[in-house]
C-alpha cells in the first residue's frame, strides 16, 4: 500500500483525510476514480452513512424505473436490486466496469467532494446530497455497526459517540462531510435534502427530486413513487431492503437496514450529559454555516 495509508483500526484505513473499511475499496481505485468520466446524465447520491441514502436511493431508481432497466437490458445487464441499478462508486468489488454502463448511470457515494472524479467538480452531472441530524445519525450508526460485518461492533453507545465525534468511524466526521459538501457547493450541480424533510413531506421531496433530475412524472406516477418510498412498503419491498445481502456481510440478527425510520430516536439512547456534550461540539464544529437541522419530531413511519 502507499506511504499515505494510515491503518486507523483493525476495520478501517485512512485515505486522503477518509476512512474506508479495509476489504471494501483499495487507494489505487480510489485514485483511479479522478479520471472516471462523468455523463451529463449522470447521477449521484452522495451521504454521510446513516443519512437515508437507501431511502434516497430507492426513490431515484422508481424515478427511472424502466429506461434504467431498458438500457441495461440491451447492453445485456439485468439489474435485480437497487444496489445493481445504482451502485457505489468506491466500492466496485465483482461489478462490471462503471465506464462500461449505459446512460443514465446512477450511482451512490459517501465520499467527500475531491474524492469523487473531477468531472463532477467541473459540473457535469448531477448530485443529490442528503443530510441527516447528527444525533440520529449518531444513534442509527451505532446499531448499524453492529449488524455491518465490516465494522467494528462498539463496546457501548458511549464508546461509539466518542469514536464518531472524533471521526474515528466509517465515512469519518460528520462534520466535515457535512462542511465540505456544503462549502464546496458552488463546483457542483447540486441539490441538497434532508433526511427529515423528507420524514415530514414525502410527497414535496419526491416532487423536488423529479424537478432537480429532468423527470416529468404524472400525478398518480408520483404518488406511486411515494408509496413505494413509504417505511412500511420499503421495508417489505426484496428490491429495496437489501435483506438481499449475503448473511455474512449483514447480520441479521443484529439489525437491519430499515430500523425505525423515525426523527428523533436519539432521545432513546442519549442521556442528558451526553446530549449536552455532543451539542457543545456541534456549536463549535458548525461555526458559520448556516445549516439548521430537526432534531425533534417523532413522526412514526406511515
Ligand atoms: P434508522 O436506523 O434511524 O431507522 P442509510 O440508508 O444511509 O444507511 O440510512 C439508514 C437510515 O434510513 C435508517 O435509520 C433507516 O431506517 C432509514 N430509512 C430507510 N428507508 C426509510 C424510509 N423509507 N423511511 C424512513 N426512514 C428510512
Known amino acids: 500500500m502507499a506511504s499515505s495509508v494510515e491503518i486507523v483500526s483493525p476495520y478501517l484505513f485512512r485515505y486522503k483525510g477518509y476512512n474506508f473499511a479495509h476489504g471494501e475499496t483499495t487507494p489505487e481505485y480510489i485514485d483511479s476514480l479522478q479520471d472516471f468520466e462523468i455523463r451529463d446524465s449522470d447521477v449521484f447520491l452522495v451521504t454521510y452513512p446513516k443519512s437515508g441514502t437507501v431511502w434516497t436511493q430507492q426513490i431515484i431508481t422508481l424515478l427511472y424505473e424502466g429506461e434504467v432497466e431498458e438500457v441495461a437490458h440491451r447492453a445485456g445487464l439485468t439489474y435485480s436490486n437497487n444496489l445493481e441499478r445504482m451502485p457505489w462508486l468506491e466500492y466496485r468489488e465483482g461489478r462490471s466496469d462503471y465506464s462500461l454502463r449505459p446512460s443514465p448511470r446512477l450511482f451512490c457515494s459517501h465520499l467527500t467532494p475531491t474524492l469523487l472524479p473531477r468531472g463532477l467538480r467541473e459540473g457535469k452531472g448531477k448530485v443529490v446530497y442528503v443530510m441527516r441530524n447528527p444525533k440520529d445519525v449518531a444513534v442509527s450508526y451505532y446499531h448499524f455497526s453492529q ?136 456549536q463549535e464544529r458548525m461555526r458559520g454555516l448556516p445549516l439548521e437541522f430537526i432534531w425533534d419530531i417523532n413522526k412514526q413511519p406511515e
Not at 263 to 278: H, I, L, P, R
Open 147 to 282: 449488524a455491518w460485518s465490516k465494522l467494528e461492533t462498539p463496546h457501548s453507545f458511549q464508546d461509539f459517540l466518542d469514536k464518531y465525534l472524533e471521526g474515528k468511524v466509517g465515512g469519518s466526521s460528520w462534520f466535515d462531510h457535512v462542511r465540505a459538501w456544503y462549502s464546496s457547493r458552488g463546483l457542483f450541480h447540486i441539490l441538497f435534502l434532508t433526511y427529515e424533510e423528507m420524514v415530514q413531506d414525502l410527497h414535496g421531496a419526491v416532487q423536488k427530486l423529479c424537478s432537480f433530475l429532468g423527470r416529468q412524472l404524472d400525478s398518480a406516477s408520483l404518488d406511486r413513487v411515494v408509496d413505494r418510498a413509504t417505511f412500511c412498503n420499503m421495508k417489505a419491498d426484496p428490491r429495496a431492503n437489501y435483506e438481499f445481502l449475503p448473511a455474512d456481510l449483514l447480520l441479521r440478527e443484529h439489525g437491519h437496514f430499515l430500523r425505525k425510520g423515525t426523527t428523533g430516536d436519539w432521545k432513546n439512547s442519549f442521556t442528558v450529559a451526553q446530549s449536552e456534550s455532543f451539542d457543545s461540539v456541534f
